[in-house]
């Protein structure tokens, strides 16, 4: 037989949940609403963790261009902004000078909040309503280009897919069946947690960037 | 030597009390008899075409004996088989459509299919309760292939209506050694159980 020669196959939340009770030894078959709602949950607390790990910086890599609101101390960002990584003030077309991050503490160090300018130095303030301190308040239009860590979308419906990768499906399949293990099948708890971290450690190993990597010794 | 009906009712009749139907009686063994052996071998196909979310089932519907194969332009799908209310939980508008992924039994004259798919065709194999013993038949494949178990299945059926019951626990053996010897003749017409976790894998209920 040929092979399929097609590269679509990815699970639905649906699927996930499936092989994530199939792991604990609950039939597909026997599956209700009510394991699906609970399985959802889980799903959602799984990329919830997983963003708290840091997991979310290999590939919930994303660009943002905000043109900034001159003479206004706070800049919006978006929601599912996590963290900034790298940031350009583009001053005219073809010239962008690096801004730098600061901290909540250098921020309310500066002396004058509103005082205007160039801005060189930025706070991205990860509250509930998250937001960009400038350390000077731009006095132009300004387009601030950054490079951001992103969450992961919403869980949603259950024909809906994950927001990852295939070649991370098996890590969130088995993070997802050591969870609902908790609460379904106790004693396989134990067993699914190892392999959910085995799984989750090959998929950052693979997710890892592979470039050159230069070391100089300085004498 | 083959079990007829006419046959059959001769020998209840002396056994039974006046007022119950043989017919009665024969139809009750045959229905253990049924249920003992778990046949997977009476079967037809239904065909048609979806309406809506719905995949209507014939009459004397009483398991599915294949997968259900959907085709839409060529395009083939078999659904999976799920709970009801997980298909409900799956795809909660129905009048959104979709590539149909999963079934469930929604009623005794249908399926409910997932996401709604209109006007595909589809094809199973299901099993049926064959015909019965009867005036007009005289034979069926029960009394021919199996005519002891049968007989001791209706005797076993009628120990209810018995004039005397001395021999009942002798009677339920004999059922159960010639049911034995069955099965044993009939292995491989008897439905499949070769699912690895089916035994083990009730779904435990959620926990709040």
């Known amino acids: 037989m040929a092979t399929s020669g097609t590269y679509a196959d990815r699970s639905e939340n649906a699927g996930l949940v499936e092989e994530a009770f199939e792991r604990c030894g609950i039939l597909a078959s026997k599956l209700t609403a009510d394991h699906l709602n609970s399985a959802s949950r889980s799903l959602h607390f799984a990329l919830s963790s997983w963003q708290a790990q840091d997991f979310a910086s290999v590939f919930r890599k994303a660009e943002y261009s905000l043109t900034l609101v001159p003479n206004q101390a706070n800049q919006t960002v978006p929601g599912e902004v996590l963290h900034i990584s790298k940031m350009v003030l583009v001053v005219t077309p073809g010239a962008e000078i690096p801004v730098e991050p600061m901290s909540s503490a250098q921020y309310l160090a500066i002396p004058n909040k509103t005082a205007t300018g160039m801005v060189s130095r930025v706070w991205h303030d990860r509250g509930r309503t998250p937001r960009l301190m400038c350390d000077l308040v731009p006095s132009t239009a300004w387009v601030l280009k950054y490079q951001a860590i992103t969450m992961f979308q919403d869980v949603g419906g259950l024909a809906n897919n994950p927001d990852i990768t295939s070649s991370i499906e098996d890590a969130l399949a088995a993070e997802l069946a050591f969870r609902l293990s908790v609460k379904f099948a106790p004693d396989r708890s134990v067993g699914l947690k190892t392999l959910a971290q085995e799984a989750f450690m090959e998929a950052k190993r693979f997710s890892r960037e592979r470039t050159y990597t230069r070391f100089r010794i300085v004498r | ?208």
Request: one cysteine or more; glycine letters at 6%; hydrophobic letters at 40%.
């Open chain 2, 1 to 208: 030597m083959t079990l007829t009906y006419n046959s059959l009712i001769s020998s209840l009749q002396d056994l039974l009390v006046a007022t119950v139907a043989a017919d009665t009686v024969i139809w009750q063994g045959e229905s253990q008899l049924l249920r003992d052996l778990d046949l997977d071998l009476f079967s037809a196909n239904a065909s048609g075409t979806t309406s809506g979310a719905s995949i209507a089932k014939p009459d004397g519907f009483l398991y599915l004996r294949s997968p259900i194969l959907l085709t839409y332009s060529g395009q083939k799908q078999i659904p999976e088989e799920r709970s009801y209310s997980f298909l409900k939980r799956y795809w909660p508008d129905a009048a959104a459509t979709g590539i149909p992924r999963y079934f469930a039994h929604a009623s005794e004259t249908g399926f409910i299919i997932a996401p709604t798919a209109n006007g595909w065709s589809y094809s199973y194999d299901y099993g049926f309760r064959p015909a019965g013993l009867a005036p007009g038949t005289q034979e069926t494949w029960l009394s021919k292939t199996v005519p002891d178990a049968l007989f001791a299945a209706c005797i076993v059926s009628s120990l209810r209506y018995l004039k005397t019951d001395e021999r009942v626990d002798q009677l339920k053996a004999d059922y159960q050694s010639l049911l034995a010897g069955a099965k044993m003749q009939i292995s491989s017409m008897t439905h499949a159980r070769t699912s690895p976790a089916s035994a083990a894998a009730e779904a435990p209920a959620p926990k709040d």
